[in-house]
């Protein structure tokens, strides 16, 4: 299918509630179509703070991604942006009337699912990807991020667990939407249930439970089932997806991650922004043997 050479926003809007997964309290999003491109833009009802999706905004990183902006903070948000960079959805009004968006089931599918049936609308103007131009790589001890010059959104990511049932698991892929829908958005969220009570302690996860997320125990997943095998590595790389909505707009490139998360995530997105040199605008009318990591939308059909 050709690809859109036009911004797009949502065909109409959308409502989802639900409770957060570490505040466990409840929260309403209400996706709404803007007229022009705009990027992706929250809103906290309760004060009217307008949040722009960019990495100067990112803090708290512990377990799930936060914007922060005037003493708001919006936590949890990389599974909507992740289902909305990976449908192409680059330009929405987000409002939600709590601090943390709901869990749902753990990963991306009820918003891809939500996204499909609303549809897209383009919008004026041209596409314009941030491509990568020279490498970028950030460390912490032995986990790292690196990005590299590709035409595409090529993602290649690691995980590596002292755990028997969960382990090392490392998956590649080029992206459409297409892929993202069957091979990324469905992937659920994970942890060890040895760190449970940990967590709780410090005051997080106190909505998970076994419907929202992959908990792995010393003889497997704790889980009727998998969704996939190595699911929990394909939701590594769907909260890359998510995070890089940071930069402002899709990228060409290829991301490498080894034991990685959401603070090396978001310190490669820093890092690519405070380099100019790294970086150059390429627009959608780019020769047409070029692989894009983002497809137009098709009709309708967590760590």
């Not at 959308?14 to 957060?20: L, Q």
């Not at 940071?246 to 080894?258: I, K, N, S, T, Y």
């Amino acid at each position: 299918m050709p690809r859109s050479t036009q911004p797009q926003t949502l065909g109409h809007e959308i409502t989802i509630s639900g409770r957060g997964l570490h505040g466990n309290r409840p929260c309403t999003v209400r996706l709404v179509p803007v007229d022009a491109p705009t990027g992706l833009r929250f809103v906290h009802l309760p004060t009217g703070t307008e949040i722009p999706v960019k990495a100067e905004r990112a803090g708290d990183l512990v377990l799930s991604t936060t914007l922060i902006k005037d003493g708001v903070r919006l936590q949890t948000i990389e599974h909507l942006l992740s289902a909305l960079m990976g449908l192409e959805i680059e330009h929405l009004r987000i409002e939600v009337d709590a601090e943390e968006l709901p869990i749902l089931d753990g990963s991306a599918g009820p918003w891809v699912e939500a996204l499909l049936q609303a549809g897209t609308r383009t919008l004026d103007g041209h596409r314009r990807f941030l491509k990568i131009t020279r490498p970028v790589e950030v460390r912490n001890g032995d986990r790292w991020i690196r990005v590299s010059p590709y035409d595409g959104l090529r993602l290649r990511y690691t995980i590596d667990f002292p755990v028997p049932a969960l382990g090392r698991q490392s998956r590649e892929l080029s992206l459409t939407p297409e892929k993202y829908r069957r091979e990324l958005g469905s992937a659920r969220t994970f942890c060890l249930a040895q760190e449970i009570e940990a967590m709780r302690a410090r005051g997080l996860a106190q909505g998970g439970s076994l419907d929202n997320a992959v908990v792995f125990g010393s003889e497997g997943p704790l889980n009727e089932s998998l969704r996939f095998e190595d699911e929990a590595v394909r939701h590594k790389m769907l909260d890359l997806v998510g995070d890089l909505a940071l930069l402002g707009a899709p990228m060409l490139g290829l991301v490498e991650a080894h034991a990685a998360g959401h603070a090396l995530h978001v310190a490669l997105a820093q890092a690519i922004l405070a380099d100019p040199g790294c970086w150059e605008w390429a627009e959608e009318d780019a020769p047409a043997n070029v692989r894009y990591f983002f497809q137009p939308v098709a009709a309708a059909l967590p760590a």
